[in-house]
């Protein structure tokens, strides 16, 4: 495939997902022509080392303009937010960034022409009035984080730049995502990669969801395919311009021990309840993606055993 000079710039690109995406956009687009940002500058890494990195707080509208008009900029990754435990103990600050982020790289787009904008949404956008099983495309939504209002309410707005404005804004309901390069921060399915880590360093692992806290997750490779998929798919394939759901597996505290337990059977995990219990209970059990599947052919490649196997291979690789 090739591609005309796009010139990318993706936000967050220090987070879980940002650290990885950024790699393989470079890898489509070229080194130099996707631009790394974040907040804060990262350690030198392969993030700072393999391209441009702009320090970038996208509450500031006119850093976002100088940025995007010095780099010719043509498509966003808009990946900078505050993830659902996080945002229970900073709401204000939550909503601030989550929206303002949002509605400043809109406005950015329309301004200067962008072509293309992805923005990640949650199965956070969810609550406890939504089935919870096979949670269908269009439902219920009732989010009780303000995280998933937040989500929720960015779904509102692209669909809304979308239709009105007919910017090109495409969205994924993302699950849980576990990945071996990257730390999540902040999040409620955050502990199905810290078993992992707890797991190849011979330690026992203290779970602060119940055993049976069912949630929808996804192994990163099938995460940044979905992604790529969606962005590079025909423009009136996209039917859906708030968000698609999006899955893969889903599996509880209990399932994910059985599974690393074929390969280590002496892992300990014991379970120690606190706030996040309450958010994992308000979100689904498992999701309904017929139209990702129907629309870009959305198909995912990893189930719990073969995510662990990999994990796991991975994890002792990198750890010695
Ligand atoms: C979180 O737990 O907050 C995120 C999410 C599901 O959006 N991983």
Same mark, same amino acid.
């Given at each position: ?16 997902? $940002? ?27 392969? /993030? ?47 909503? =601030? ?8 790289? /809109? ?11 992805? @923005? ?30 937040? =989500? ?26 576990? $990945? ?17 880590? =707890? ?96 629309? @870009? ?20 690789? /990198?750890?010695?």
């Amino acid at each position: 495939m090739t591609f005309f000079q796009e010139k990318i710039l993706v936000t967050g690109a220090c987070g879980q997902l $940002g650290s990885e995406l950024t790699l393989e956009l470079r890898k489509i687009y070229g080194e130099a022509n996707v631009i790394a940002s974040d907040i804060a500058m990262p350690p030198k890494g392969e /993030l700072t080392e393999s391209g441009p990195f702009e320090i970038l707080d996208v509450l500031t509208r006119h850093n976002l303009a100088e940025k995007a008009y010095r780099h010719h900029i043509t498509q966003i990754y808009h990946l900078a937010a505050v993830l659902s435990a996080t945002g229970e103990s900073r709401p204000k600050f939550t909503w =601030k960034v989550n929206m303002k982020g949002l509605e400043n790289i /809109l406005d950015l787009a329309l301004d200067k022409g962008i072509s293309k904008v992805y @923005w990640p949404s949650s199965i956070a956008v969810f609550g406890p009035n939504t089935p919870c099983h096979n949670t269908p495309q269009h439902t219920i939504m009732d989010p009780n984080t303000v995280y998933g209002i937040s =989500k929720q309410t960015g779904e509102r707005f692209c669909e809304y730049y979308a239709r009105r404005y007919k910017l090109d804004v495409r969205s994924l309901r993302y699950p849980g995502l576990i $990945g071996y390069k990257a730390m999540p921060g902040g999040g409620t399915t955050d502990y199905a990669v810290d078993i992992y880590h =707890k797991a190849v360093e011979g330690q026992p692992f203290t779970c602060y969801l119940q055993e049976d806290a069912y949630m929808p997750m996804m192994y990163m490779p099938d995460a940044l395919k979905a992604t790529l998929d969606l962005m590079h798919a025909p423009a009136e394939n996209i039917t859906i311009r708030s968000s698609y759901n999006l899955a893969a597996m889903s599996f509880s505290p209990a399932e994910i021990t059985a599974s690393i337990q074929k390969h280590l059977p002496d892992f300990q995990v014991t379970y120690v309840p606190d706030f996040r219990q309450q958010i994992a209970d308000s979100w689904p059990q498992s999701i309904d993606d017929t139209p990702a599947r129907q629309d @870009w052919q959305w198909q995912p490649q990893y189930d719990l055993d073969s995510m662990t196997a990999d994990m796991l291979e991975n994890l002792r690789r /990198l750890k010695g």
